[in-house]
């Protein structure tokens, strides 16, 4: 993002207006973006202990699955929240009948419900979790089509995650979202300040660019 401002300083003052503008409109969060939120901004991970190549694995796999631009990330935010990006993590022991047997495992925290849903996925490789994940949150889409009637594509996949991830209820999930959500809008909020802040550091004030358009 800043070498592109950096190359808008040497454009002319009306293809630099333009150029702007189209910089301005240009909303699309870049994975090299979202993946520097996650090593810097995961509560749960220190930064200097975040695996960054396995986050690198992690977005290689929400790319199979055309994620809306709204909602990159979303298996990071997970991760982070779950896991503290933790394949080793083991939790929920209180859910199981002798209250000290984990039953959420690795980096997803996935029951052993997903294995048999999936069969094959090892709960403790991050890729396999991650692929098992995202497989069964796009398979609650075309449910949640009919029953949520969503126009946009964010709030379909929304209400696909917070239904895949969730136990089933009476009447569906439409209006409910993943915790995840919060931590992800979060790092998407940082990536708009941060981009804002590069474009009125090396951007001259509209008067200015005004003023030379009729020069």
Known sequence: MKSILIALLLLTPLQHQDAYAATSADEAVLYEEIVEQAINNCPNKKAEKVNSALLWELVEIEKQFNVPVKLRGMILAAACKESGYNPSAKGDRKFSKDGKTPMAIGILQMWKIYEKMYPGIDRTDPKSAATGWMKHIVSRIPKVKRLCKYRTEERIWVAAWVTGIRSKKKGGRCKERPLHLKTLKKWHRNIERERK???????????ALQKGDGC
Do not use: A, S
């Not at 802040?197 to 008067?207: A, L, V, W």
């Open 197 to 207: 802040k590069e474009r009125e550091q090396y951007m001259p004030p509209t008067k």
